[in-house]
């Protein structure tokens, strides 16, 4: 056999081929997001503001989540032919989303503690500079949140938990900061102190409900589990629907953002060859990856 005709067999696992744009995107917002960090900081040091203070330590730690995220990419894309990786590396942005996924439910608990101390120790807060610099918070998480918006509708990125991980610490220092101006606005304005810190245990919910929902979307792929069961059942009919097919077992599992890998084993009386049967799956999208075993049968055909 020839050298050519052996790579004709051999399938691609770079399922991260196009996160370029996902990771241009990503990488402004890191940008964005740092400078406004520390903006937040500063400002909630020296306009004695606890609330406007968190919300920039959120940010802070959304900026290392952002840092995971463009190593996730930059990481998979650089060994996406290494053979170490039995079906190359697009379960790195998962394993990325997940470490965010624990970040924000970190953030979560910390918002959580800080809401509770400020309610037992309330200060001095000056209103109206604090109440500007939110606002300018909220507008670059809103451009932030369009950034990597595009990002995730380019070319099925919404597939992709690691930008998704990235866009969902958008909307929680959105909501932080949504959460922080009418906070302040009503401490000023009525006096409510209180509001502040539970505006924080508000959010603090909000986001562990979010961490929650990504990590287990994100852990259920890197723990290789059942794609969907539509897809499973495309498989097997269209397997079935030719000749006297009849699968005996089958896995389809996802391996990468969008992409699918299914493991095939059929039995059938007339036995062709792998190409055949993977030519059947045609029109089922998303399938990237495919290994057929077919096993003649004895007997009465069952067709």
């Known amino acids: 056999m020839h050298a050519h ?5 051999r399938p691609d696992h770079d399922f991260l081929a196009d996160s370029r744009v996902a990771e ?3 990488r402004h917002v890191v940008a964005l997001t740092a400078v406004m960090m520390l903006v937040e900081i500063v400002g909630g040091v020296v306009l004695g503001s606890m609330a406007l203070l968190a919300d920039g330590w959120h ?3 959304h900026v290392a989540a952002f840092g995971i995220t463009l190593y996730a990419y930059r990481y998979a894309r ?4 290494d053979p170490r990786f039995s079906f190359g590396t697009g379960k790195v942005a998962t394993l990325g989303g997940f470490a965010s996924a624990v970040a924000l439910a970190t953030v979560a608990l910390v918002m959580a503690v800080e809401s509770i101390m ?3 120790e309330p200060r001095a807060i000056r209103f109206d500079e604090a109440i500007v610099v939110a606002v300018v918070g909220l507008v670059v998480n809103l451009v932030c949140g369009v950034l990597l918006h595009r990002a995730q509708d380019h070319d099925g990125h919404a597939h992709d938990h690691n930008l998704r991980a990235a866009y969902v610490h958008v909307l929680a220092d959105a909501l932080t900061s949504v959460l922080a101006i009418a906070a302040l606005v009503a401490a000023k304005l009525g006096g409510w102190a209180a509001l502040d810190a539970l505006a924080g245990l508000v959010g603090a919910a909000l986001i562990l409900r979010w961490a929650h929902g990504l990590a287990a979307s994100s852990g259920h792929t890197l723990l290789d589990g059942s794609a969907d069961p539509g897809i499973c059942r495309a498989v097997v009919d269209a397997i079935e629907a030719d000749a006297d097919n009849r699968v005996a077992d089958v896995h389809v599992w996802r391996v990468g953002q969008g992409c699918y890998s299914a493991e095939i084993a059929l039995v059938t009386h007339r036995p ?5 049967y993977k030519s059947l799956l045609r029109d089922i999208p ?3 990856h495919v290994l057929v075993e077919v096993n003649p049968c004895v007997g009465t055909p069952c067709a």
Do not use: Q, V
């Not at 062709?272 to 055949?276: E, L, M």
């Open 118 to 120: 400020r309610l037992f």
């Open 272 to 276: 062709r060859p792998p190409d055949h």
């Open 286 to 288: 998303d399938l990237a």
């Open 59 to 61: 940010m802070a730690t």
């Open 24 to 26: 241009r995107g990503t």
């Open 78 to 81: 650089r060994h996406a032919d």
């Open 5 to 9: 005709s052996i790579e004709h067999y």
